[in-house]
């Protein structure tokens, strides 16, 4: 595991530069998704710095490059395809990552490190101890839940087999890691079951 490194802002310029890079990739994955989920967790993740602290030069460009290593997806997937599609795209999206970031010349090698294994273990969500692991699961997981920014791209039954089978088992409450984010689930998860309603 990568060495804790001291707060930090991420600056305008560089955020920029880590961005467009993202985008490169997001605009492939999954229609209508990537990019606006992307972006909400992004906006999570600084309300979570706010509220919880952290660094954000670290947490915010994680959260922009943690789902570029997803395939490409065709237009109306369904919630199978959705959950295969899962599959090694948190590896994927690491080795991408570490590219992007020692191409771009801003950042360490240990806070390339750290980022990278952010990436590479944002979809384990069982014993998250370390404190960037646990704000990374959930400013993805709000983002995932906050329809009224991000609507999902799956059909209602596909979105509601997500809350289900994916977020009840993978997200389970017990599994919410930071006072601000464990406030938010329940709002936004009691919201996006009446979404359709």
């Known amino acids: 595991m990568p060495k804790k490194i001291d707060n930090m ?26 990019v606006p989920h992307t972006y909400n967790a992004v906006r999570w993740m600084r309300k979570l710095i706010e509220k919880e602290g952290g660094n954000e030069k670290i947490l915010v460009t994680a959260m922009y490059l943690h789902d570029i290593g997803y395939p490409i997806l065709r237009k109306g997937y369904n ?12 590896e994927k999206g690491a080795k991408i990552a570490k590219k992007i970031l020692f191409k771009l010349k801003g950042f360490t090698t240990d806070e390339i490190e ?5 990436i590479k273990n944002h979809s384990d969500h069982h014993n998250v101890k370390e404190f960037n692991r646990k704000m990374v699961m959930d400013a993805d997981g709000l983002s995932m839940l906050d329809w009224e920014v991000c609507l999902p791209t799956l059909d209602k039954k596909g979105a509601k087999e997500f809350l289900a089978k994916y977020f009840k088992e993978e997200r389970s409450p017990d599994r919410w890691n930071t006072k601000t984010g ?16």
């Not at 955020?15 to 993202?22: G, L, S």
């Open 9 to 34: 802002k991420l600056n305008k310029e560089l955020e920029y530069k880590v961005r467009m890079e993202a985008l490169k990739y997001l605009m492939h994955g999954k229609p209508g998704w990537d």
């Open 79 to 90: 919630f199978k395809e959705l959950i295969t599609s899962k599959e090694g795209h948190a």
């Open 114 to 118: 750290e980022i990278v294994y952010l």
């Open 182 to 197: 464990k406030k938010y689930l329940n709002i936004l998860y009691k919201k996006a079951l009446n979404y359709w309603d």
